[in-house]
């Protein structure tokens, strides 16, 4: 088997006495769409900011494409390749959508020639190309301020794949989103995943979305992965139905 | 140094720290609980030094009993901080509240330079000395070493009168809960039906009075100069920043540490004294952004 | 969206043309305008570092210690020449400039603007302090200096230094207009807005922040070593907080974030503050205090936001990219 493109080991982090991971073992293999389920309040966020240097585990180790990054940065553990995007959408406020997505373009193809303008960048047709596949190109020259919540999420994504990605990793794409949008936007999502060839780690609540569009599905309860596999099979598990699915 | 020169220093530096210390709590309580810098912190220091220096000078022209220049040092203080306190915060600091941290910051800077001029239309531009109090109590001799009883019991006696009076204000009384509570989690407070407006009024003119006391009790060591205010501000926020923003005990430890550092700086090495407390600031910065005693504050993502 | 940005031009240039063209209708105005600029130039620094939500109340060190700088080498060298004391001030500001920036970067709003305070408290008590090396309060007398060799008369100089000045104005603003509106002059709003999502994108926020910081100190410390030179003088005053409260202000008043704004407000704050200081001058900080809070108050786009509501004219907008906030008024009035 080939090696995983993510490996976490043994990972540990404890806030003020409470254990949110205790002893976190995860591959995410090349290519895959993982999805990872668990009660709330669980820390599978924590997962998430453990794995991109936000906080620091207080033990264990984070591996990815071979490299120990454990102890590095948001920033270093981006430019290695893994993007991420958050359950509260994190945009530019002042800025138009298009130009977020450029701004992201610009760091990520190191464009720091003071004299060359952010809006006639090389990239700026790849951006509104990704902007069109992710069904947001008439929103090019909106403020990000005046979008809805859904839109927001969508941008959030496009910056994140915007930057080319080996792993994409999603904090509840659908959370705060309309019912009917929440398919809408995991069909743009594996469409660009598909596309772009991007492997995708997505924390998610919805059993349905996770039923349709997850290749594998973890278990994250008590600060462990407790089970793991196909869809069908986990969420049909009697102890994963109990303890996650509430049923 | 002989150990007579660190002694005096040690008493020098606590004197000074006393001062500082009254200051900057204020100025730490107010962010506490209004989350504003309040630029203008430095002339409430500096008018109320004036205003107690003039009261004494009054009370001498009237001829009246010099002991009366105690309680009009705390009348300075208390005049001050509600008469301009409340004058600040109900014209101004309210309508900002919402604005951008930037613009906060500005306001209370542009009421900053306003007082400034207020205090020179006033009180001119000569220096003022007014050492009554601090005649009055006489000197002492600490192995062989005089020293003013003003400096070395009464100063440090009020500040730590404030600081334990300032924890008992906060732990027990109600008002003293809503600042806690507010201090801790504005969202909180508002949802629970706190009225904030209130606990800000009364917060920022409780700080007022703290600064304009540190400059009243201040006045009789040293002589009041235009630009003392200036210098206060940015050494009390020296202190508040070391401490960690909205630390009223921590205030207490860094005023001590800048301080005594600056007092032992005059003796050792005198060119240094003013760079002493941006020195202690620095390096605590360097290793902890937030301050000895603050709480790193992060994005929720 | 070219209509719009030729009539910005089009204001730029009359602008440009009627300044230069003014001291030959009025002699006595060349070194209040060359003063003027000067100020202007310092005030850019601020309003770059505004772009990122940052305000410093001490970028005065930065234009008096690259007139000390000047005024050092000045005396080293005997009168000098005008290039080499300009370049002087200009490293030492740049070089000072990275060193305070690498520390005070790491910090934000009230950390940041205080820090710097401190940072300039220290050098205007040095500059006070150590009277046997600068002079003390009185400062240090800059020697008309040599322009390329040639030995000038006080009129002409002054010429030079008007015709420098104003050309310096002219490119380093739209260098900084050009910088503004690149990846690495955008990421400044970014600072502003979202430092955790350009973490996020690979970028340091502090990277941005300090290149900024950087080009602040070296545009104040151009304007201080400009304005030096010009009134032959170098003083501590220079370096107190009062005079960067003064470069924080006419940015405000000028309309915050924007070049054009910076020296609108720098030429009008020199003109009014040359007739009516002679009668306000005891209260000279309290009118400027006042004017700061009406201007926060009440028109929060300073002078280039109310030249827009007098035209009706938006000269800028939502996005901080003065082309796009164009295009959007277009689509707005549509």
């Given amino acids: 088997m080939s090696q995983p493109l993510l490996e976490t080991r043994d990972l540990q982090i404890q806030f003020g006495g409470v254990v949110a991971a205790s002893g976190v073992n995860l591959d995410v293999i090349e290519g895959e769409t993982l999805a990872i389920i668990g009660p709330n309040g669980a820390g599978k966020t924590t997962f998430l900011n453990l794995c991109t240097g936000y906080i620091k585990p207080s033990a264990g180790r984070v591996t990815f494409r071979g490299a120990d990054i454990t102890a590095r940065s948001p920033r270093a553990i981006t430019r290695l390749g893994i993007a991420r995007a958050f359950q509260i959408p994190q945009l530019f406020a002042e800025h138009t959508v298009l130009e977020n997505l450029l701004l992201a373009a610009a760091v990520r193809d190191r464009v720091w020639n003071p004299f060359r303008r952010l809006a006639t960048l090389p990239a700026r047709g790849e951006m509104l190309a990704l902007l069109d596949l992710v069904g947001a190109g008439d929103l090019a020259d909106q403020p990000v301020e005046v979008l809805p919540e859904g839109r927001r999420k969508l941008v959030d994504i496009a910056i994140a794949l915007a930057l080319k990605p080996r792993l994409l990793l999603l904090d509840e794409p659908t959370s705060g989103v309309a019912s009917a949008e929440k398919f809408q936007i995991m069909d743009i999502l594996a469409n660009a995943l598909a596309r772009e060839r991007v492997t995708a780690v997505f924390v998610e609540h919805d059993m349905e979305v996770v039923r349709r569009y997850a290749s594998r599905v973890a278990v994250w309860n008590t600060g462990k992965i407790t089970h793991s596999g196909p869809p069908d099979e986990v969420l049909s598990d009697p102890d994963v139905r109990r303890d996650v699915i509430g049923l | 140094m002989t150990w007579q020169l660190a002694f005096l220093a040690t008493l020098d530096g606590l004197a000074y720290a006393a001062l500082v210390f009254m200051v900057a709590v204020g100025l730490t309580l107010i962010f506490g609980v209004l989350r504003i810098l309040n630029v203008a912190h430095g002339s409430f220091y500096a008018i109320g030094a004036y205003l107690a220096a003039s009261l004494g000078i009054a009370i001498a022209a009237g001829g009246l009993s010099p002991w009366l220049t105690f309680p009009a040092l705390i009348l300075a203080a208390v005049l001050v901080g509600t008469i301009l306190g409340t004058l600040i915060e109900r014209a101004l600091l309210r309508y900002v509240y919402l604005k951008e941290d930037v613009l906060q910051l500005l306001v209370t800077f542009a009421v900053f330079m306003i007082l400034e001029d207020v205090q020179r239309l006033v009180w001119g531009v000569n220096p003022y000395f007014e050492a009554v109090p601090l005649r009055l109590l006489g000197n002492i001799s600490l192995g062989g070493i005089f020293y003013t009883n003003y400096q070395i019991l009464v100063l440090p006696a009020v500040a730590l009168l404030i600081l334990v009076g300032l924890r008992l204000f906060l732990r027990t009384t109600l008002a003293g809960k809503l600042i806690t509570a507010v201090t801790e989690d504005r969202e909180m407070a508002t949802a629970i039906g706190v009225d904030t407006g209130r606990v800000y009024l009364i917060t920022f003119v409780i700080g007022a009075t703290l600064a304009a006391l540190g400059g009243a009790l201040a006045s009789p060591t040293t002589s009041l100069v235009p630009g003392m205010g200036a210098d206060m501000i940015v050494l009390s926020f020296a202190v508040v920043a070391t401490a960690g923003l909205g630390q009223v005990e921590g205030a207490a430890l860094a005023a001590l540490l800048i301080g005594l550092g600056r007092s032992f700086a005059v003796y050792l090495m005198p060119e240094l004294e003013v760079l002493v407390p941006y020195l202690v600031m620095a390096l605590v910065l360097l290793v902890r952004p937030e301050g000895l005693f603050g709480v790193a504050q992060r994005r929720r993502i | ?334």
């Fill in chain 3, 1 to 334: 969206m070219a209509g719009r940005l030729n009539a910005q031009a089009l204001l730029a240039v009359a602008a440009v043309v009627l300044i230069a063209a003014a001291p030959l209708m009025a002699q006595w105005v060349k070194v209040l305008l060359t003063i003027a600029l000067a100020k202007g130039l310092a005030v850019l620094g601020i309003m770059i570092l505004l772009r990122a939500g940052q305000v410093s109340f001490g970028h005065a060190m930065f234009y008096a210690a690259s007139a000390y700088a000047g005024a050092f080498v000045g005396r080293w060298t005997g009168g000098g020449e005008l290039f080499v004391l300009i370049g002087a001030g200009l490293a030492v500001s740049l070089a000072l400039g990275l060193a305070i920036g690498v520390f005070v970067v790491r910090y934000r709003y009230i950390f940041f603007a205080m820090l710097n305070l401190a940072f300039s408290m220290v050098l205007f008590s040095i500059l006070e302090k150590f009277f046997h090396v600068t002079g003390g309060s009185d400062g240090m007398r800059i020697a008309r200096p040599t322009v390329l060799g040639m030995e000038l008369e006080r009129a002409p100089f002054e010429y030079v230094m008007f015709y420098l000045t104003l050309g310096l104005v002219v490119g380093l603003a739209w260098g900084v207009r050009r910088y503004l509106a690149s990846p690495l002059g955008q990421a400044l709003a970014a600072v502003k807005s979202n430092e955790t999502r350009l973490e996020y994108l690979g970028m340091s926020a502090r990277h941005a922040l300090l290149v900024g910081y950087v080009l602040s100190a070296g545009l104040a410390g151009l304007g201080g070593v400009l304005a030096s030179i010009t009134q032959g003088l170098a003083t501590p005053e220079i370096a107190y907080w009062v005079r960067s409260g003064e470069f924080v202000f006419i940015a405000i008043l000028g309309g915050a974030g924007t070049v054009a704004g910076a020296f609108a407000g720098a030429v009008v704050y020199e003109g009014v503050r040359s007739y009516a200081a002679a009668y306000f001058a005891d209260i000279w900080q309290m009118v400027l205090g006042a004017v700061l809070l009406a201007i926060i108050l009440f028109a929060p786009g300073g002078l280039v936001g109310l030249a827009e509501r007098l035209t009706g004219r938006r000269l800028r907008g939502g996005s901080a990219d003065p082309a796009v906030a164009a295009d959007q008024a277009r689509v707005g009035e549509r």
